[in-house]
C-alpha cells in the first residue's frame, strides 16, 4: 500500500462517521458530508480509528488507496474546522462586491463580472481581498480557482487576481530589451 494509504484516520469525539459498504457520511459540529468511494477500497472502523484496506493489491487499487485516505480526512477535517481560501485582487481600480451570495468583480472589463457562489461556499468580501470558506474542500478550491480565472495576474504590472501568497514571476517589459 501507499504510505499515506497506511496511515491511520483518528476521528475526533464530536465527529461521527458512517460506513455503509463504499458510501460515507461524515457529520460534525459545522455540518453533514456524503461521498461514495470505489468499491475497491474498504474502511474499517476499530474504535476512533478508521483505516483503509485495498481489497486486492493491484497498482490501481494501491493508489486509490492514498487518496481515499486523504479525502475520508478531508471531509473529518471540513466538518470540525472547515477550510477557507483568500484571494487579492491588484490593479489601479480592481475591487470586489458582495451582493447577497453574488460577487461583483470589477477587474478592467467595460462591466462588472458577476459570480453566483456554488451552494456551500460562504464569502466575505472586503474592496481587494475575498475570503472563501466552506466545510468541502474540493469545492471551497474549485471555486477560488474559477474566480482566479476572471482574470489571471499578468507578468508585467501583476494586476489581476491571485492566490494569497501566490509569487508571480515578473517580467521585463519592452523598454528593458534596449
Known sequence: MSRIG???IVVPANVQVDIKGSHIKVSGPKGVLERDFRPEIEFVTEGDIISVKCRDNSKRTVAFSGLS???LDNMIIGTVDGFSKKLVIEGVGYRADLQGKTISLYVGFSNPVLFDLP????ANVQKTQIVLDSINKELVGQTAATIRSIRKPEPYKGKGIRYEGERIVRKAGKSASK
Open 6 to 8: 497506511k496511515k491511520p
Open 69 to 71: 485516505r486523504t479525502l
Open 119 to 122: 451552494e456551500g461556499v460562504n
